[in-house]
């Protein structure tokens, strides 16, 4: 046990798991967070009398999280009730046709096969065992190495397994990699939007997100207290093992002495001191400045042109009509390429977005009476901090996302006098650095993956985690970032006595 204090600025996914698992390893551990609740991105909003969930909402992945309470000895399903659901999403278009995935790929392989015949459900089954070994070959190789590159991941995979690179399909891009399994430009578009999950064009990013098919194979499932919930569970686990949490406690900057951490000071002038300091927060708010001077050299800032995505979205309760929702819900138009190109080339709203609605209130996809819960999502481009989001823009983008789902046959208004609207202004001010984006860095290009920092920033003592460093955005990666970081600070203070033992190894759960 060291008697040294860790300052965990950032209670988002990635600051929880390392504030746990340092506090697990007997760390002195201390959190502090600008909110007034943990979670991050993680987060919820009051409509009315109803609270909705307003960031992440599908739950993966799940053995990160079971192997981050086993460290504790302590078994997640018996900390957080979950329920496993059979319709993973349920997908239409503007111009006719329906198709749900489930979670078993036999019954969605029937179902494509009404939908588009034989051949698109032989490719189909051949995406899934091809992502599941595409999967399995970058769990412990990219995902939970510490910082991997093209010739360390090549080393890692092994000779004996180095003929399956061929599944990184290298010289491909998602888009185009799908095309090789299915024919029906739908489906190529229901796949290709898995590269929306981490702020990305499907046209520019690489085949190896491919692999989302089988994460979420191996399980979707729904928190009955919302994504929150996991957060709050993570805080317990933290707390139950001594670290200690202040929220409402911003950070102004980051100090050093003699070129090491030496601690932080709040926007109330308090300093806080300690040894270690793990910055879970977009990494540009350290390279621009806004947590001083003295750590602008830790990292290097996400640039402008190669930002994820944002988001406009609106939670709101409302009577759906038309057709039964299932939980996650997507409405497609027919022109993908031509809305990336509005959003990466344009930088604006597409005309014809896709809505993305999470119906909070259905477990099931059968039909429900009355007014419910539903979070409402469209992408936007990251321009948040440069761009004024007026209300006559709101009321434009609020009119293109109910236009396509009333084309697609769903008869809702996004006009409730309880909704509560975000655009990407709101997101900047409220994630500082990321100029609205979500994800960080666009993985756009073969390379891209490779480009983000590790856990090691330049300045001793600052570690970095959350999800715009290695292994990237979305809950699970940046629960893993943040495992990453405690990981290596552990490492490096038994390197420091003497001692030798590896980071980690991540193996998933069955079930």
């Not at 006098?417 to 709101?426: D, F, G, L, S, V």
């Amino acid at each position: 046990m060291s008697n040294e204090r860790v300052i965990v600025v950032g209670a988002g996914a990635g600051g929880l798991a390392a504030a746990a698992e340092l506090a697990i390893a007997g760390r002195d551990v201390l959190v502090v967070e600008s909110a007034a609740t943990v979670g991050g991105k993680m987060h919820q909003v009051r409509s009315g009398e109803h609270w909705i969930d307003a960031g992440p909402t599908v739950f993966t992945m799940r053995w990160v999280f079971e192997e981050l309470f086993a460290a504790a000895g302590e078994q997640f399903a018996n900390r957080l009730p979950f329920h496993p659901i059979t319709t993973l999403a349920r997908h239409w278009w503007t111009d006719g046709g329906s198709l749900d995935l489930h979670a078993d790929p036999q019954v969605t392989a029937a179902d494509i096969a009404a939908f588009s015949g034989s051949a698109d459900a032989e490719g189909y089954l051949r995406l899934c065992r091809d992502s599941g070994k595409l999967f399995e070959l970058l769990k412990d190789s990219f995902k939970a190495a510490p910082l991997p590159n093209p010739i360390s991941l090549a080393a890692r995979i092994g000779a004996r397994k180095f003929g399956e690179l061929r599944h990184l399909r290298p010289h491909q891009t998602l888009w185009g990699a799908l095309g090789d399994y299915v024919l029906d430009p739908r489906l190529r578009q229901l796949f290709a939007r898995y590269a929306t999950y981490i702020g990305s064009s499907p046209l520019q990013t690489p085949a190896t997100l491919l692999l989302i098919t089988h994460a979420e194979q191996q399980g979707v499932w729904v928190l009955p207290g919302g994504m929150t919930s996991l957060a709050r569970a993570i805080q317990n686990l933290a707390e139950e093992n001594g670290a200690t949490f202040r929220l409402n406690s911003p950070v102004a900057r980051i100090n050093t002495r003699d070129g090491r951490v030496s601690g932080v000071t709040l926007e109330s002038g308090e300093q806080l001191l300690g040894d270690t300091v793990v910055f879970n927060g977009d990494r540009s708010a350290l390279a621009t400045g806004l947590l001083g001077p003295e750590v602008t050299g830790a990292t290097h800032a996400t640039a402008t042109e190669s930002r994820g995505l944002s988001a406009v979205t609106w939670c709101l309760r409302t009577d759906c009509a038309g057709f039964p929702l299932s939980y996650h819900n997507v409405f497609f138009d027919r022109d993908y390429p031509g809305e990336f190109d509005a959003l990466f080339n344009a930088g604006e709203v597409p005309e014809r977005p896709t809505v993305y609605v999470c119906a909070q209130d259905r477990l099931s996809s059968g039909h429900r009476e009355g007014p419910e819960r539903l979070l409402v999502l469209v992408n936007a481009p990251a321009d948040g901090d440069v761009r004024h989001w007026s209300r006559e823009q709101m009321v434009e983008i609020t009119r293109r996302a109910e236009a396509v789902m009333a084309a697609c046959g769903l008869k809702i208004s996004l006009t409730s006098a309880t909704r509560r609207t975000a655009n990407p202004a709101e997101f900047a001010a409220r994630f500082p650095g990321s100029g609205g984006s979500l994800y960080g860095q666009a993985t756009h290009g073969l390379l891209a993956s490779f480009t983000r920092p590790g856990a090691r920033s330049r300045v001793p003592g600052l570690f970095l985690a959350g999800g715009t460093v290695h292994p990237g955005p979305g809950v699970p990666m940046a629960t893993l970032s943040g495992r990453i970081a405690a990981q290596t600070i552990l490492s490096e203070s038994r390197a420091g006595q003497g001692l030798r033992r590896p980071l980690f190894q991540i193996a998933p759960k069955s079930g």
